[in-house]
Antibody, heavy 117, light 107 residues
Framework: QVQLQQWGAGLLKPSETLSLTCAVY????????WSWIRQPPGKGLEWIGE???????NYNPSLKSRVTISVDTSKKQFSLRLNSVTAADTAVYYC???????????WGQGTMVTISS | DIQMTQSPSSLSASVGDRVTITCRAS??????LSWYQQKPGKAPKILIY???RLQSGVPSRFSGSGSETDFTLTVSSLQPEDFATYYC?????????FGQGTKLEIK
C-alpha cells in the first residue's frame, strides 16, 4: 500500500522560498505523475503542478513563474519550491499521486505553511 | 483553463436523505471527472473517478454520473459520517482544476 509523507518549513517571511518534500513509501510503479495541491485557510483546492519519474513537469500557469517541482528517484521523493512568497501563499500544501485512471488517489497528510513578517 | 462550478455551495440534509451535488465544466471534459470528500483538518479522499467509477473501499451509497460538461454526485442515504465538504475535479487538461466545494451540513 502506497503512502505519502511530506515535510518542510511551516513559517516563512515574505519574499522567502517555500520548500516542501514528499516521500513515497510502498510499491508504486514508475508510470505515475505526482502533484502538489494547496488549500488556503477556509477556501478551496488549487492544483500547483505535477511531475513524473522522468522529470517531466506541468505547472499551473497562475504560479508557473515562481514554481519548481523536482524528483529524486533514488530516494523516491519529489519536492516543491515556490519562490518570492507572499501572505497569499499561506495555505495547507498537499502532495498527491495522480491516479492512472484520473483523479488524485493518494494524498499526503498536508503541511500548513504560513507567510508572515 | 477549464472552470468547474459546483452547486449548491452548501446544503443542509438529514440522516437517511438522498442528496445530489452538481458540477458543471466550462467546456467538455469527456468523463475525466473525479469527486472528493474532505473533512476538517484532513486531506481530501477520492470517492469517484472517471465520472462514475467508485473508488475501492468507498461505500456503494455514493454514485456519480454525467459526461461532457454536466456531472452529479449522489449519496443515496446519508450517514452521519457523510457530513463533509465535497469537491469535483477535472483531469482532462492542464491546469487540473477543482470546483469551489459543496459543504454538506446536518439539518
Amino acid at each position: 500500500q502506497v503512502q505519502l509523507q511530506q515535510w518542510g518549513a511551516g513559517l516563512l517571511k515574505p519574499s522567502e522560498t517555500l520548500s516542501l518534500t514528499c516521500a513515497v513509501y510502498g510499491r508504486s510503479h514508475s508510470g505515475y505523475y505526482w502533484s502538489w495541491i494547496r488549500q488556503p485557510p477556509g477556501k478551496g483546492l488549487e492544483w500547483i503542478g505535477e511531475i513524473n519519474q522522468s522529470g517531466s513537469t506541468n505547472y499551473n500557469p497562475s504560479l508557473k513563474s515562481r514554481v519548481t517541482i523536482s524528483v529524486d528517484t533514488s530516494k523516491k521523493q519529489f519536492s516543491l519550491r515556490l519562490n518570492s512568497v507572499t501572505a497569499a501563499d499561506t495555505a495547507v500544501y498537499y502532495c498527491a499521486r495522480n491516479g492512472d485512471v484520473g483523479g488524485f488517489d493518494i494524498w499526503g497528510q498536508g503541511t500548513m505553511v504560513t507567510i508572515s513578517s | 483553463d477549464i472552470q468547474m462550478t459546483q452547486s449548491p455551495s452548501s446544503l443542509s440534509a438529514s440522516v437517511g436523505d438522498r442528496v445530489t451535488i452538481t458540477c458543471r465544466a466550462s467546456q467538455s471534459i469527456s468523463t475525466d471527472l473525479s469527486w472528493y470528500q474532505q473533512k476538517p483538518g484532513k486531506a481530501p479522499k477520492i470517492l469517484i473517478y472517471a465520472a462514475s467509477r467508485l473508488q475501492s473501499g468507498v461505500p456503494s451509497r455514493f454514485s456519480g454520473s454525467g459526461s461532457e460538461t454536466d456531472f452529479t454526485l449522489t449519496v443515496s442515504s446519508l450517514q452521519p459520517e457523510d457530513f463533509a465538504t465535497y469537491y469535483c475535479q477535472q483531469s482532462y487538461s492542464i491546469p487540473r482544476s477543482f470546483g469551489q466545494g459543496t459543504k454538506l451540513e446536518i439539518k
